[in-house]
């Protein structure tokens, strides 16, 4: 199965490539009109494996690359849908229903949650998984959307309190708090930037600067925010995640905390939802 699975894949990236290249102006076998026709064709085969799941009592949920989401209709058996959608379909167009999953949870386009049998979330979307969030932040997100696919919503309070709690008492490594940056500008681009007010400043940069070291694009930082005295911008108390030192510890819980509550606000008026009923992944 692994090796099948390999297989497939293979041949998506290959077969993506080529339709990539009709559509690319400066390749030698460019073709804008089979480009469009090749869209056209997905999205015929997509509207119609929709309507004929629509009019069977489907609930469809997501519509993504990796297939269609949806509610199946409790009169009809799982096994007597596929094989009904498989005689709509062209020949050589096959469907499999790859998996079965507990709830969903739908934030956007292309920003969803899945919850497995097994009790495993799948994030897809950066909108949910994003690298701009530090990783208490993710694994808080993942739990809380848990919690909502499992009808636990009241259990949030409880889960922003533990970590809360975690946060002020300083349990975790500093690689939960801290977060890594890669400089797309050069350190001489990035003054230039700030002296021209093409930009604001950022904690990667000014640490970068401050180190004396030559970074290039492409260079990650690692970096925390300390406590400080008064309150200042964030870039002017951050620190080198490699400085910090677990027997004097200096992190800013109050910052974390109210990046903490920043995150339960900005999905305060999803967590009353319930679980969401079983769906099935069809893949094609």
Known sequence: QHHLQALQNTFKILLNSFYGYLGFAQGHFADFDAAARVTQIGRDLLKKMIDWLGKRGAKVIEVDTDGIYFVPPAQIEIDELQKGLAKELPEGIEIDFDEQFEAMFSYKAKNYALLTKDGDVIIKGGALKSRGLEKFQRVFLEEMIKLIMEGKSEAITDLRNRFEKQIRNREWKIDMLMKTDT???????????????????????????????????????????????????????????????????????????????????KFAGLTHAGSAPKQESLAF
Do not use: C, M
Not at 198 to 221: H, M, T, V
Not at 243 to 257: C, G, K, L, M, S
């Open 183 to 265: 400089l797309q500008d050069s350190l001489d681009k990035y003054r230039a930037k700030i002296a021209g007010s093409a930009r604001n400043r950022a904690a990667a940069y000014e640490l970068a600067l401050a180190s004396g070291r030559n970074y290039k694009p492409g260079d990650q930082i690692s970096y925390y925010v300390k406590a400080t005295p008064k309150k200042v911008a964030a870039y002017e108390a951050a620190k080198l995640a490699s400085e910090f030192d677990p027997q004097n510890r200096d992190e800013n819980v109050d910052y974390y905390v109210a990046k903490l509550d920043e995150l339960v606000k």
